[in-house]
């Protein structure tokens, strides 16, 4: 399956198990990871990183992402398993 098969280009979001699914939920979800597991970023920024982390989790759990993919960072997975 290729990326325009699951949302083709014309479409920004889509409906899976009843929950929005926007395109770039995933990449948003790595970006943030990498944000909020960077000692060198800020409070603040850390702080930004795991609020969008915990608003997009409903979405990457419709995806079934959990169920294939293992957060590395254990501070990480602990808190997206705590939400």
Do not use: C, Y
Request: glycine fraction near 6%; aromatic fraction near 4%; hydrophobic fraction near 50%.
């Amino acid at each position: 399956m290729k990326a325009q098969d699951l949302l083709p280009d014309h479409l920004n979001q889509a409906d899976v198990n009843g929950v929005v699914v926007r395109k770039g939920t995933v990449g948003a979800f790595l970006a943030n990871a990498r944000i909020w597991t960077d000692r060198r970023s800020s409070a603040q920024g850390r702080a930004d990183a795991e609020r969008d982390i915990v608003d997009a989790l409903p979405a990457l759990r419709a995806l079934g992402i959990f169920e294939v993919l293992e957060i590395r960072d254990a501070a990480l997975r602990s808190m997206v398993e705590a939400n």
